[in-house]
T-cell receptor, first 115, second 115 residues
């Protein structure tokens, strides 16, 4: 069975600095998709970034980028120029290529941003 | 532009009571799913559906029932509420076309407390 592990329950970053959130996963599949979701106190789940396993190039979305290491089964999220609005719970998620709608989530990392 | 609508936002039940959490989406998405979120455990899949008339169990299905009579609606029924079902519940949907990298669209969640 696939599993997703986020080993950092809490992280803290100074405003304008860079922080990296870790995520590892376990799968025997070769074709899959990885996601980072943000959950602010409003409870809304917001997609931050996604990565297709067949793509070697790391995905980027403005200040957010990933370091995807397929062999190591690692999918970390880097947030550059952190802003107060980045404070939230962040979830890493995995999905097999042929299982639309079925995500496996990590435990989450609570990120706080200090002014 | 409603997206995924969940009702109610909050609910308190007594042990043994039954209730239905409602979920509706107006995006004509084939895939719909229910997750529960518990502290330190991320989101876990309860049930999902790949289309009207088709449902299947997820990781934690015990104590819950679902049905999918229309594309739009995917209600989650608690048959006999237990304190262990105290959680935040999320409904999500995604399209079948281009499913491989389509993110889930989440509702805003229902906070359920069972006393």
């Amino acid at each position: 069975a696939q599993t997703v592990t986020q080993s950092q329950p809490e992280m803290s970053v100074q405003e304008a600095e860079t922080v990296t959130l870790s995520c590892t996963y376990d799968t025997s599949e070769s074709d899959y998709y990885l996601f980072w979701y943000k959950q602010p106190p409003s409870r809304q789940m917001i997609l931050v970034i996604r990565q297709e396993a067949y793509k070697q190039q790391n995905a980027t979305e403005n200040r957010f980028s990933v370091n995807f290491q397929k062999a190591a089964k690692s999918f970390s999220l880097k947030i550059s120029d952190s802003q107060l609005g980045d404070a939230a719970m962040y979830f890493c998620a995995y999905r097999r290529s042929n299982q639309g709608g079925k995500l496996i989530f990590g435990q989450g990392t609570e990120l706080s941003v200090k002014p | 532009n409603a997206g995924v609508t969940q009702t109610p936002k909050f609910q308190v039940l007594k042990t043994g009571q039954s209730m239905t959490l409602q979920c509706a989406q107006d995006m004509n998405h084939e895939y719909m799913s229910w997750y529960r979120q518990d502290p330190g455990m991320g989101l876990r899949l309860i049930h999902y559906s790949v289309g009207a008339g088709i449902t299947d169990q997820g990781e934690v299905p015990n104590g819950y029932n679902v049905s999918r009579s229309t594309t739009e609606d995917f209600p989650l029924r608690l048959l006999s509420a237990a304190p262990s079902q105290t959680s935040v519940y999320f409904c999500a949907s995604s399209p079948k076309q281009g499913i491989y990298n389509s993110p889930l669209h989440f509702g805003n969640g229902t906070r359920l407390t069972v006393t």
